[in-house]
Nanobody
């Protein structure tokens, strides 16, 4: 089993920044990639970004390119999501995800989510 614990969500004004963190623990030796999904009220859950453990390859949703940056600290089993130039449409619950097979998933484990609210 793998446990994912997110932190860093909150309320911010449009144009502001937030940084999310996700720490993985447990049986993480098979980790291939970690990343983030989000779900806004009344909408389906959508992919945001992911990063591979070994080489740091990344994949971003078009809606966040140029504004969000994912990074990792392998020694800490932690990934970070720096979110800049936030927009009201970025408001959502953000979920950390973990895949043992591919940058594009499937994602074997999910965190409980952290709320990000962007006010206009």
């Amino acid at each position: 089993q793998v446990q994912l614990v997110e932190s860093g969500g909150g309320l911010v004004q449009a144009g502001g920044s937030l940084r999310l963190s996700c720490a993985a623990s447990g049986r993480t030796f098979s980790r291939y990639a970690m990343g983030w999904f989000r779900q806004a009220p009344g909408k389906e859950r959508e992919f945001v970004v992911a990063i591979t453990y070994t080489y740091g390859n990344t994949a971003y949703a078009d809606s966040v390119k140029g504004r969000f940056t994912i990074s990792r600290d392998n020694a800490k089993n932690t990934v970070y999501l720096q979110m800049n130039s936030l927009k009201p449409e970025d408001t959502a619950v953000y979920y950390c995800v973990y895949s043992s097979t591919s940058l594009g998933g499937p994602y074997d484990y999910w965190g409980q989510g952290t709320q990000v609210t962007v006010s206009s």
